[in-house]
């Protein structure tokens, strides 16, 4: 798929998410932990918020990734990224939640701890496939310095 898709798709998303935000007013939720909302008695209350916050982090993973497909393989740093970025989410939504000061709306906090959680995902597969880049040069590597070695022997 096209990159500019990929933008439309998540330029429209967004878009939606303040659809159904709109449509749905405004929430005033006490949460404990970033993923009290993910219960079943909340989410029944608050079913468009729901969808609206599912979107959002959506389209934050749509985005994020396809910021990383700029930089053509460099698998291991991707992983490295996305791992440290979903701790990093997730710790300022545990602030965020604790302290009770709003930088963004609730909507965007429960955004981004559903956003840290998807991201770890390709970040798992960016890490493994940033190992198995490195091992195969490793041993690629090891392999070609044996032949030359040979070849030099051999002279």
């Not at 956003?115 to 040069?137: A, R």
């Amino acid at each position: 798929m096209k990159k500019e898709y990929l933008v439309s798709i998540a330029v429209a998303l967004f878009i939606f998410a303040y659809v159904l935000d709109w449509i749905s007013g405004p929430v005033s939720v006490q949460l404990r932990n970033p993923f009290g909302f993910l219960s079943m008695a909340v989410i029944s209350l608050y079913p468009f918020t729901a969808v609206s916050v599912a979107i959002r982090a959506i389209a934050l993973l749509i985005s994020v990734i396809l910021g990383a497909s700029l930089f053509s393989q460099q698998y291991l740093v991707k992983g490295i990224t996305f791992i440290v970025t979903s701790a990093l989410a997730e710790l300022y939504v545990i602030q965020q939640l604790a302290t009770g000061m709003r930088l963004i709306s609730i909507q965007w906090i429960l955004a981004v701890a559903v956003f840290g959680l998807g991201l770890l995902v390709p970040g798992v597969i960016f890490l493994i496939l940033g190992l198995l880049h490195w091992g195969h040069d490793q041993i690629s590597g090891s392999i070609y310095n044996v032949e030359t070695n040979k070849d030099d022997q051999e002279n």
